[in-house]
């Protein structure tokens, strides 16, 4: 199962080299992963508001081509794997199809005093029953 | 009464043109409202935890030279007026004692609801105290 | 004259009192006048690419409501004046078709050594064009 | 050899789940590797004027404890290897000791095409003088 979501960089997100500041990607990861969550049900809105938190515990980011603003990209998310506890996911960011950046990110769940908790059953289970599917969602 | 508090310009806070980019000014002006906050007694974090918050109601800035990275700047900030409702700062940022840019912002308090409620009392007080003084207090 | 974009805001430009951060709002506005450029024909990093940048010499927003993340939100801009030299912009924001903010930037041209130039020849014909007309264009 | 900056978080830097956003530690790391550049001799801006960069090709973070907002951090930053064309960072965040988080950033070089080049004579030279060197330099 993949997810794919598009964005248009922004010109506020270059710096003085000419390019999109490579902290940017993060952010888009980020808004990737809330797409691909609602798209499982998983509103992180509605997450928050029961205390219950999904905290990045590690990232890496590889950076193949420049950036630059007002560009269309694509980011591909794919979950490596997961447990009660732990949730991998993978990226891929595509401009003209061709994969310009990559990147991994793992969560885990945690409440309001930033103690680690169980993935939510129902993601659990939609993370589940979504594994072994091969089809590719998009958000917009 | 005024307060100064010294910023480093980043990196990150340019744009391809290359010059700070103009939104970076509203967090220095932040940050120095924070500090200059912290000063006269009133924690922001302690504040927000009791569930206070002072929101920005409005916001001007004026550009008159640009700004490039690492530069330092001083941003002074200063108490315009202030009711049992509404606080109004006015801010100079200084480059080597020239002012390179101007603005002002308005606030509120509220509470978790986001609706208004008085200036709290201490603040209030220490705001009031201070008012007729013509020292400069630095925060860094 | 009037033009829409709309934008979708993101978790990553909310702050610890849950709301999008002030600054944020500046992107907005920026993103929305780039596509308004854009679709009078003057492509931002065509321009920047001969040298000539369009900086914001001054901006002003007024807050009325908090935003959240993951709404959806309109940003209207309307010319408001132009001479051969400033370029002034006002801008409405909207949800749920009710102005939530509303703020105005001027901008001047200026050339590699940031002196100031006239407003591009073909850009201030477009802007003279389509200043009495009435439409609402939009981007996305 | 090992190089030291301190950075207090900025109230922006933070989120709705009240802690700093896990983009603004990319911030973190840059700052504090410009300014270890900077003790070696090697000014960004100087360098960037001769049309040379030195972008991120990969990064690494990872986060051990929240970070709040108007903290203390001081990053420190040592050189893993280095070669004719590469450039390898380790990073670690330290609170009251306490390290936070850690990571990793490799460079390379590049002309204005974003073409690689080898690294700056003279910084090869200090990197290669230093690296023997036991000392633990500081920026602020």
């Known amino acids: 199962m993949s997810f794919q979501h598009r964005i248009q960089t922004r010109y506020a997100e270059t710096g003085q080299d000419g390019i999109i500041h490579h902290s940017s990607y993060i952010v888009y990861l980020e808004e990737t992963r809330i ?3 609602k798209s499982l049900g ?10 219950i938190f999904c ?3 590690d990232l890496s980011v ?25 949730l991998c996911l993978n ?14 990110t793992s969560h885990c769940f945690v409440n309001a005093m930033f ?5 939510p059953q129902d993601f659990f289970a939609t993370l589940k029953a979504f594994q072994s599917q091969e089809k590719i969602l998009t958000s917009n």
């Open 55 to 57: 905290p990045v515990v």
């Open 91 to 104: 990226y891929r960011i595509l401009r003209n199809q061709l994969c310009i950046a990559h990147g991994t």
């Open 35 to 37: 797409e691909f969550f």
């Open 62 to 86: 590889r950076y193949l081509k420049p950036l630059h603003s007002l560009e269309e990209i694509f980011v591909e998310v794919t979950v490596e794997k997961f447990s009660r506890v732990r």
């Open 115 to 119: 103690k680690p908790i169980a993935i």
């Open 42 to 51: 998983c509103h992180i809105n509605l997450l928050e508001q029961e205390k």
